[in-house]
């Protein structure tokens, strides 16, 4: 079955340490996202990418970085930097700028211990 | 700047009707979407309207005024299994989405 897999689904990162959450698609969308969740926000985009071997800032794109070599993966990482992490990553992909076949991974829950 | 607004939270019976309301301030405007995400899972999609009017898609139904800046998501004869978050999102001129803080909907038998 196609569909966008995260992995994994809980990850916890300690003080200076960096994290990469994964994300692997096999729909042959060429548009893949990241997303964070917070209890009572909608949705911020942190990075796009239409396209290998490009990507571009969303919103909240400061303390994460992420690298498109591949169609099928985009994977995110959250860096000391980014001083608040705790949230639920989700991924997401899409056939270009069709919005209304955006398909989302089942999500990783990110803690600080 | 650029808003979604929906109430937080909803509480409808089992078999009922409920409407969820939504509103929105995007610069331009490409489309209204409407996601359900259960607890702790991805969002799926509902629904998109980009043109006035009511869309149906068996018990969940979406409308749109564009004048008004509003929209709703009608589900009908609801079941336990809707039990829920219900996102709105606003696609704006640049072909970005802007997300409301979704509205979590509880169902009681």
């Known amino acids: 079955d196609g569909g966008i897999t995260q992995s994994p689904k809980y990850l916890f990162r300690k003080e200076g340490q960096n994290v990469t959450l994964s994300c692997e698609q096999n729909?042959?969308?060429?548009?893949m996202y990241w997303y964070r969740q917070d209890p009572g926000q909608g949705l911020r985009l942190i990075y796009y990418?239409?396209?290998?071997?490009?990507?571009q800032k969303g919103d909240i794109a400061e303390g994460y970085s992420v690298s498109r070599e591949k169609k099928e993966s985009f994977p995110l990482t959250v860096t000391s930097a980014q001083k608040n992490p705790t949230a639920f990553y989700l991924c997401?992909?899409?056939?270009?700028?069709?919005?209304?076949?955006?398909?989302f991974g089942s999500g990783t829950q990110l803690s600080v211990l | 700047g650029q808003n979604i607004d929906q109430p937080t939270e909803m509480t409808a019976t089992e078999g009922a009707i409920v409407q969820i309301n939504c509103t929105y301030q995007t610069s331009g405007f490409n489309g209204l979407f409407w996601y359900q995400q259960h607890a702790g899972e991805a969002p799926t999609f509902l629904s998109y309207?980009?043109l006035d009017g009511l869309e149906e898609k068996g018990r969940f139904s979406s409308f749109l005024s564009r004048s008004k800046g509003y929209s709703y998501l009608l589900l009908k004869e609801l079941q336990m299994k809707d039990s829920a978050s219900y996102l709105c999102?606003?696609?704006?001129?640049?072909?970005?989405?802007?997300w409301g803080a979704g509205t979590k909907l509880i169902i009681k038998p």
């Open positions: 729909l042959n969308h060429d548009a």
């Open positions: 997401a992909s899409s056939i270009g700028q069709e919005f209304e076949k955006l398909f």
């Open positions: 990418s239409q396209i290998v071997n490009d990507f």
């Open positions: 999102a606003g696609l704006d001129s640049n072909y970005q989405l802007i």
């Open positions: 309207n980009v």
